[in-house]
């Protein structure tokens, strides 16, 4: 692959930003084929299951395809060039689980729109706001609960919702979606299950509903409890919600822990992993940190085993995700950009392996503060994939699953045609 003159670093997604659109606005697409980043009209892809790959400058985006077990590479299957009625942002993310449907779903924080794409063929089948009422909404993930069903984690509250309950305009919630008709079925609060900030100076906090995954016929979804502000972090909590009753029906909390928001579960375990970061800024920040596993076998779902952020490294864990194969987890902890004023350097992003038993860590790789994305192990192939979104380089890392050795022969650029670098990459 060829070198590219360095790209500007314009900043941190946002991840509880980006949102606009009318009362469940439906922008229907009517089919159109999605386009590469030269504008040419996409006519094939990679059926499902495989990889996708969310690379962006936080300006544009594009989202390209991968299969693991030939390596074959979509680039651009649907990019922020794509022709569609509403363009996507450079604010996307891909959902925690692939869609029970097949499709791959792509979630714009940026503008609150859900776009679902045949990834066989790249063809965008439509797209559906989820800002009801026109308020800045800030999706971060949607799970398929029935044919036609889904849920959607809205991450902010309206402050100026209607009395009207009908219109679904109030947000820190579910909203529940027709993902075939692409409409706006209903919606779940969650605000009084957000956790309280400790101290009397402490402000409100907002559930602000994270990830979301489907695990036995129920949903779990991990609450940041945050304020308004975001000056103020209750502890960690995750939420069961029965999709037969739209109801919440347990609770798991973590109450030395805080800003919780990666969910990972393994099937052949039975374990869900749960990645808290800590309140940023916060001097207590890594203590507050750590990778949590829990048993979904038993009817408790408590947490089974605890790796503190100081198993890692020195720094907090990056809250958005982990992955874990076997006995092992893979983690990274969370650089920082320099700061002159208050004379503080840059840190890297560090990637580790750390046995889920305990002992000593390895250092897989280093990146740029916020270089290093979400990551993703595959089974089939005893993989695991980590996006880099280094300027200079943009790559997909890939290393052995079992002992953490880098594969740097397989290795890839999700992205050539316009060379974004490569934020996330996730299952569909």
Sequence with gaps: MSIVARRPNVGVPSRRLPRAAALA???AVGGAAGACDDTSVRTFGIASPALAVVS????TAS???FDPSTGRLVDGCVTSRSMLKQAVSGDVALPSQAQSSGELAVIDSGSSVLTFVAPATCAVRGQLSVSTGGFKAYPHDIVTVAPNKAYVTRNNKNLAATPDPSDFDEGDDILI??????????????????TPGSGPAS???????????LVGGLVYVSLNSLSQDFATVGMGRVVIIDPASDAVVGMIDLPTLKNCAGLTYVSATNRLYVTCGGALGDPEQVAQSALVEVDLSGVARVPARVLPASTFGTGALNFFYAAVSGEVSFAATMGAFEDKAAGTPAAPDVFYLAPLAGGP???LAEGGAYDLGDVVVDPASNQVFLPDANAIEPRVHVYGATTGAALPAADFEPNPSAHLPPRSIGWY
């Design 203 to 213: 402000t409100p906090t907002q559930a602000r509903p994270d990830r979301a995954i």
């Design 56 to 59: 962006s400058d936080y300006t």
């Design 25 to 27: 606005l439906l922008l």
């Design 177 to 194: 979606v027709d993902p075939k008709q692409l409409t706006v079925i209903g919606r779940i609060p969650l605000g009084d299950y957000a």
């Design 361 to 363: 860590p390895t250092k």
């Design 63 to 65: 989202v390209s395809l």
